[in-house]
T-cell receptor, first 111, second 112 residues
Framework: DSGVTQTPKHLITATGQRVTLRCSPR?????VYWYQQSLDQGLQFLIH???????AKGNILERFSAQQFPDLHSELNLSSLELGDSALYFC??????????FGPGTRLTVL | TQLLEQSPQFLSIQEGENLTVYCNSS?????LQWYRQEPGEGPVLLVT?????EVKKLKRLTFQFGDARKDSSLHITAAQPGDTGLYLC????????????FGSGTKLNVKP
């Protein structure tokens, strides 16, 4: 158990809908990273928050947004969902070192 | 185009064989990490290498960071079925750790 929690574990929704994925980092970790993984591929970096502030963005679509709250949990919002958004979404937390601890992921299926 | 290229993409070997997985880039990284991921779970960190030429051993796994800090390799000796999984390399371009780049992964299957 990495200490990082993600909810929900599975999410099935329809095209055009909006969903929110939640991540709680390990106790004491100020950094939260979000990644997308499609079909046994590598992870695509989406966005990084540190202590409530956005620190870096990857190839995140404009339909996607994220935020980190004062209690350090983070939410990834995906809107106007398309079939191609079906993937595993992982968050990872860190104390801003090269060691990241990954959550169990949320599997999103868009029908 | 991925910043980190992993090869091979797939590897299916018999128990007891040795194997090497490569992670290459044209860019310099301040550190490289290797992760193993099992189906339905998040990646788990195996090792971090930070110094050019560094070699780290973790039981039957040997990790090497290239002298120029652009590439890395993972060598497994006498593979076991428990080594089966997706191996991912990842790297940070600088020491502010704002962004990590991942390779596309090597899917290893070790047959008993």
């Amino acid at each position: 158990d990495s200490g990082v929690t993600q909810t929900p574990k599975h999410l099935i929704t329809a095209t055009g809908q909006r969903v929110t994925l939640r991540c709680s980092p390990r106790s004491g970790d100020l950094s939260v990273y979000w990644y997308q993984q499609s079909l046994d591929q590598g992870l695509q970096f989406l966005i990084h928050y540190y202590n409530g502030e956005e620190r870096a963005k990857g190839n995140i679509l404009e339909r996607f947004s994220a935020q980190q709250f004062p209690d350090l949990h983070s939410e990834l919002n995906l809107s106007s969902l398309e079939l191609g958004d079906s993937a595993l979404y992982f968050c990872a937390s860190s104390v801003l070192t090269d060691t990241q601890y990954f959550g169990p992921g949320t599997r999103l299926t868009v029908l | 185009t991925q910043l980190l290229e992993q090869s091979p993409q797939f590897l299916s070997i018999q128990e007891g064989e040795n194997l090497t997985v490569y992670c290459n880039s044209s860019s310099v990284f301040s550190s490289l990490q290797w992760y193993r991921q099992e189906p339905g779970e998040g990646p788990v960190l195996l090792v971090t290498v930070v110094t050019g030429g560094e070699v780290k051993k973790l039981k039957r796994l040997t990790f090497q960071f290239g002298d120029a800090r652009k590439d890395s390799s993972l060598h497994i000796t006498a593979a076991q079925p428990g080594d089966t999984g997706l191996y991912l390399c990842a790297g940070a371009r600088n020491a502010n750790f704002n962004k990590f780049y991942f390779g596309s992964g090597t899917k290893l299957n070790v047959k008993p």
